[in-house]
Each structure stands twice: as C-alpha cells, then as structure tokens.
C-alpha cells in the first residue's frame, strides 16, 4: 500500500511540474513573440475584448460612412460623429504629426473618459489609420488620375462652353437650394457621371456666424464646379466658442477631417472664404502644378491686385504642397496675416504663385461686418520662417465636437481652443 501512495504521489508532481513548465513556456511565447500571438486565436480566445476599441463606436441611429444614404435632398442629416450627444463623454482630440523627410502624415486622436479596460493595440483609429496609408506614397497631382473601377473615358481637360457668368447675391433659402441639384451626392460629394475626373478636389470653407451667405454660396459653387467635370466634395468648417476667429487653423482642419472622410482621400485642396463667388467658369478649381491664387481680381477692390505676394481669400495647393510647408499657421487669431505668412512658406520651400489672368481670375464679394485686425500678426509675419516647421500641421490640436453630412455639405464642428 505504502508503494502505492508513493507512485501516485510520485505521478502528481510529475504532473504539476509539466503543468508548471506550460505555463512558463507559454509566457515566454507571450513575452518573445507578442505580435505574433496577438493575431492567433488563442489571443483572440483569451483576450476578447468588450468592443473594438480601435474603432470609434456609431449610435444605433448614425450610419458609417461606407453607407451612404440616398442623395435626395429631403433625407435626414446624417451625424457622423456627435461629442455634444455621447452618453459617455467619447470627445475627440486630434494631433496631427508631419513627418517631413518621410513627408507623411500621422493622425493620433485620444478619446477621454473612456470605459475601456483592453489596451488598444494603437491609438489611432482604423478610420483615422486610413489616411495615414493613402499619404505615404505621395506624388505631384497635376494632371493625375484617381483610378476607378469605372469604363468611363477621361473628362475633358477644358470642358466645353466656360466662361463669364453671373452671380446671385439676393438672400435664398438652404431648403430650396437642396432641391435644385438632386445630382449632388450626400455630404456635398460630386462625381461627373459621364467621364472620370481627372482631378479631386477639396473645398475647405473656414466658417462662423455667416448663415445668411452659406446657401448662397452653394447655391453658386455647385453648379460652377459641375461645370468643370471635377470630382469635389464641400466641407464647411466651423469654429466653436467665443475665441477670435482664427481662418488658419480651421483650414488645417478643413484637410485632416477632409482627409479623414474620404476614401483614398483627395488629391488637392482649394481653401476658400465663404464670401467670395467666382464669376469665370475658366477659373479652373483643378490642381495646380505651383500653388495658385485664385481670387486675384475682386469686384469690391475694383478687380485690381492689392500686392503681388496676396494668397488670401481663394487658393488652390496639392496634398504634398500642403504637406511640404507644414500646414498654414494656428497662432494668428483674428483678422489678417495667415495668407501672407502662407506665401512666406511657399518661398520658403522654393514655390512660386501662380494665377489666372485677371480678366479670369474674378470674383464678387458678398456684403459682411469687417473683422477686427490681429495686432500681432506683423509681429507673427516676421518669424515666419524661422518658426514655420514648428507651427502648422505638425503643431496642430483641436477638440472635434460635430460632423454632420448633410445634402450639399459636410459640417465640420470643431473646439479650435488653445488647451493648457
């Protein structure tokens, strides 16, 4: 009997100890080889996590992206993302990090008071992680093509029948001019339907308390860049609070939430004042090979330039232009400046500004209350290029608080606020 208990209790630590080595052996797995494991499915097994909290979480009532709703004008605004409506506090704050000599864009956003207790593999979500592979490889859009699975021919690099056309400044309804173009897809989105695009195109509208030109300014843009043959989306991008406007840093947010939004993303931005109105179809909205002025005869300046080096108003630049000089600035809050310390950029990075002859290059201004100058922009101008790689893009940090797609726009709500 005595021989027996001692052979079972011989067999028990036997066990134990094989027991014991398994598990040493398989943390030292975990420990060595962790990014092979996190993608087996034993990982998966013992690590399931309450929700994908790499990717942000939509209300039962918001739909992706992806899912676009039908175009009619009549549907019902879709949020994209709401901070003001969370039951939980899930606040975007975006950094946006320019890696210059890779010239690549990295997108880190950090949700607060989240109740998430599994490590998330990156900070960055899937949505946002997208962008960052569209701008990896980055090349000259002039005269490029977004390939699509499409049979259709090229757009006509001069489309038929551009040229002067008249303006409607009179007061309209935003309800009735969303009936007028059924053709116009969900968040403001045009795609040509009778050729590829050879071009797509960004309009990054800086916006606050200007409700009276928002429907007149769609009313005008849409029809003139149809004409065009362009694939172009229209965010309008609205800055929160009680802060003095500060047009620079929402246009750098224009492009990463712009970015962020669409698929493959776009090839070149056009950043233009909400009360600015084109009255040439031959001003091409295209992009351009040297950063281009666009607005450089306006009606209520007697259609005269007001200095060479202006870059104010209406501009177009390419993914990598923008990119190459870090952005526009995010320290001039109020008016005047930004566009002057852009061009100083631009030279900087050995640019030059093109436009449009001024018999081309024309535009009506709508009515509106003068802003009240920044008294530090000259200070600010004359650091410009000292302190250009360090304020822009690779600086740039706001609170996302709303994105709604509605028939003819994208609404970009956004808490452009200094933290401490």
Known sequence: MG????GGGGRATRALRLLLLLVLALAAVEYLFGSILDASPLKTYLYTPTYNATQPTLRSNEKALSQKPNKSPTAIPQPVFDAKNQTQNNTLIINAIITKNE????INTTQYNMTVTQKSPSS?????????????????????????????????VSPPDLGPIQVNKTDLELDWVEKRYPEVQWGGHYVPPNCTAN???????????RQQHLA??????????????IEYGIFIIEQEGNKDFNRAKLMNVGFIESQRLEAGGWMCFIFHDIDLLPLDTRNMYTCPKQ??????????????LPYEDIFGGVSALTLEQFINVNGFSNKYWGWGGEDDDMFYRLKKMNYYISRYKMSIARYAMLDHKKSVPNPKRYQLLSQTSKTYQQDGL???????????????YT???ANIDERS
């Open 103 to 106: 010239t690549e864009l990295k």
């Open 124 to 156: 960055t979500s899937l949505l946002i992680a997208k962008i960052v592979e569209g701008l990896k490889n980055l090349v000259t859009t002039e005269g490029a093509v977004k390939k699509q699975d499409s049979a259709l021919p090229l757009c006509d």
């Open 199 to 209: 071009h797509k195109v960004a309009i990054i509208v800086p916006y606050r308390d």
């Open 291 to 304: 950063p281009r002025h666009m607005s450089a005869s306006i009606d209520k300046l007697n259609f005269k």
């Open 411 to 413: 609404h970009v709500v």
């Open 216 to 229: 007149v300014f769609l009313n005008h843009m849409h029809p003139f860049l149809m004409k065009q043959q």
């Open 394 to 408: 690779s600086t740039l940090e706001y609170e996302l608080v709303q994105v709604v797609q509605y028939h003819l």
């Open 3 to 6: 021989s027996g208990a001692s």
